[in-house]
T-cell receptor
Framework: DAMVIQNPRYQVTQFGKPVTLSCSQT?????MYWYQQKSSQAPKLLFH???????NEADTPDNFQSRRPNTSFCFLDIRSPGLGDAAMYLC????????????FGPGTRLTVL | GENVEQHPSTLSVQEGDSAVIKCTYS??????FPWYKQELGKGPQLIID?????GEKKDQRIAVTLNKTAKHFSLHITETQPEDSAVYFC???????????FGKGTTLSVSS
């Protein structure tokens, strides 16, 4: 089945140790998003790629970076994780030809020790 | 920018009852309004959406209504079942390339 896949589902890292989360999609959607969701809160958009164009939200910390090497894959890099970065990280995709609909992956739960 | 408010934050109903969750938005330029269901430890799942050229949309036990004049939209779940228990998020979006703005979520509990 076409879907949004995130790996790993659970990631534990140490304070300050770089970590990379990955997302892949078989939907052939041209837009990919990364959201951060903390406990009992709504998802918060960090950035998105519209095709190859990177769009950063104004309040996304510099500690968060992203790469999209091709249509199917997108990575979230956290350069120096702090305790406050512990959260669920959600990848989503959409097709700009079908305005609006976003499909989310299962998320990666990040723990920072 | 857009602001979405969602009420109530928690909702408890008995199995078989109806549940209604309401959202208001601030930006009249918003034209797409999805509803997501998120179960514990999972990503949000799109359950229904509505666009600003439509007033109501229904899919089996769930329906969404939109009042553009008042800038509010609602999710209606009829004949609730225990498996409907989850967190529900409403959202609003203006156009391609802009972000979905989420409400803060409603935790729905359906007891049997």
């Amino acid at each position: 089945d076409a879907m949004v896949i995130q790996n790993p589902r659970y990631q534990v890292t140490q304070f300050g140790k770089p970590v990379t989360l990955s997302c892949s999609q078989t939907l052939n959607h041209n837009v990919m998003y990364w959201y951060q969701q903390k406990s009992s809160q709504a998802p918060k958009l960090l950035f998105h790629y519209y095709d190859k164009d990177f769009n950063n939200e104004a309040d996304t910390p510099d500690n968060f970076q992203s790469r999209r090497p091709n249509t199917s894959f997108c990575f979230l890099d956290i350069r120096s994780p702090g305790l406050g970065d512990a959260a669920m990280y959600l990848c989503a995709t959409s097709n700009s030809g079908r305005e609006g609909e976003q499909f989310f992956g299962p998320g990666t739960r990040l723990t920072v020790l | 920018g857009e602001n979405v408010e969602q009420h109530p934050s928690t909702l408890s109903v008995q199995e078989g009852d109806s549940a209604v969750i309401k959202c208001t938005y601030s930006d009249s330029a918003s034209n797409y309004f999805p509803w997501y269901k998120q179960e514990l430890g999972k990503g949000p799942q799109l359950i229904i959406d509505i666009r600003s050229n439509v007033g109501e949309k229904k899919d089996q036990r769930i329906a969404v209504t939109l009042n553009k004049t008042a800038k509010h939209f609602s999710l209606h779940i009829t004949e609730t079942q225990p498996e409907d228990s989850a967190v529900y998020f409403c959202a609003a979006k203006q156009r391609a390339g802009t972000a979905l703005i989420f409400g803060k979520g409603t935790t729905l509990s359906v007891s049997s």
